[in-house]
């Protein structure tokens, strides 16, 4: 943690350590941590409006806005943290405060659960949808993936909030925009993936698809772009429903989203945290029919 995010932390800077992945403070000052396996009280508690202090610093540092017209404020120090900030009155008695870590120890391909032997190096030449259920360490698999690609290519890499710490020494970073107070100047993740495709890029990889901007995605992909994405998913068994649900949210029937997934991604990932730690499981999306399937 760097000293100038200790001091902006103050008394919570006591509660971060190598295995800290979220930090909470409710609205009455108590402070819970968890390392990814449930959370747990800290003892610490801090005064509401000092928790509300360092939640709207951290936004405003990472040049977001949060304050009493606009109560909602996520923004992140990519590679440091990430701090959503919930104000009065939609935080009904009083600031919520969420902070997510990364983590400190960069992972290899010895920390995770694997059913045989992986042959890696093939893996990341292919396209790779990452799944998993939120806190299942997809962010941390995709950085990866990304740092074992060819430093001779060009990733383009486009996120909501930065979150990604790529170890790639050539990988450049997009992030979308909000609108302004007169509804103008918004950059949306779909925007940004048709962009990329005008610079140079060797691989695409999408921190995470949660809307319409899978249609762009699925068709930079089946241009000659490979890539990377992650998605939120329980089981693989729920992907080419999350998919044609994404799909549907942009107007693209059914049966097109499964002939343009099925040529875009080449391999799922699954991650699934478990007590011994994170286990990978890895698929095949077909289509059957019309109809999309994950085999193993």
């Known amino acids: 943690m760097s000293p100038t995010l200790s001091a902006t932390l103050g008394p919570l800077s006591s509660a971060v350590d190598d295995d800290v992945r979220d930090l909470c403070v409710t609205s009455d000052g108590h402070v819970w941590k968890s390392d990814g396996r449930g959370f747990a009280p800290t003892g610490i508690h801090v005064d509401p409006r000092e928790a509300r202090r360092i939640g709207v610093g951290l936004v405003e540092m990472a040049g977001g806005r949060v304050d009493d017209a606009r109560p909602l404020g996520d923004a992140a120090l990519a590679g440091q943290v990430r701090v959503h900030v919930a104000l009065p009155p939609v935080a009904r008695d009083g600031a919520i405060v969420t902070f997510r870590f990364p983590r400190?120890?960069?992972?290899?391909?010895?920390?995770?659960?694997?059913?045989?032997?992986?042959?890696?190096?093939?893996?990341?030449?292919?396209?790779?949808?990452?799944?998993?259920?939120?806190?299942?360490?997809?962010?941390?698999?995709?950085?990866?993936?990304?740092?074992?690609?060819?430093?001779?290519?060009?990733?383009?890499?486009?996120?909501?909030?930065?979150?990604?710490?790529?170890?790639?020494?050539?990988?450049?970073?997009?992030?979308?925009?909000?609108?302004?107070?007169?509804?103008?100047?918004?950059?949306?993740?779909?925007?940004?993936?048709?962009?990329s495709l005008r610079m140079s890029p060797d691989r695409i990889i999408l921190g995470e698809v949660r809307g319409a901007e899978i249609i762009d995605l699925l068709l930079a992909l089946?241009?000659?772009?490979?890539?990377?994405?992650?998605?939120?998913?329980?089981?693989?068994?729920?992907?080419?429903?999350?998919?044609?649900?994404?799909?549907?949210?942009?107007?693209?029937?059914?049966?097109?989203?499964?002939?343009?997934?099925?040529?875009?991604?080449?391999?799922?990932?699954?991650?699934?945290?478990?007590?011994?730690?994170?286990?990978?499981?890895?698929?095949?999306?077909?289509?059957?029919?019309?109809?999309?399937?994950?085999?193993r």
């Open 104 to 195: 400190q120890v960069p992972v290899t391909t010895d920390d995770y659960l694997v059913d045989s032997e992986w042959d890696w190096g093939n893996l990341v030449n292919q396209s790779i949808l990452i799944t998993g259920a939120t806190g299942s360490g997809k962010t941390t698999l995709l950085e990866l993936l990304m740092a074992r690609i060819s430093s001779s290519e060009r990733l383009l890499v486009i996120e909501d909030i930065p979150e990604l710490a790529s170890r790639h020494p050539h990988a450049v970073f997009l992030c979308t925009r909000a609108a302004n107070a007169e509804g103008a100047g918004q950059v949306t993740m779909g925007s940004l993936v048709r962009e």
């Open 222 to 295: 089946t241009s000659g772009h490979p890539g990377m994405s992650s998605l939120h998913a329980r089981t693989l068994g729920e992907v080419p429903e999350r998919l044609i649900a994404l799909g549907m949210i942009s107007g693209c029937d059914p049966i097109t989203i499964a002939r343009l997934t099925t040529v875009a991604f080449d391999r799922i990932i699954h991650c699934e945290r478990t007590e011994s730690g994170v286990r990978l499981s890895t698929g095949v999306i077909r289509r059957v029919g019309d109809l999309l399937e994950v085999s």
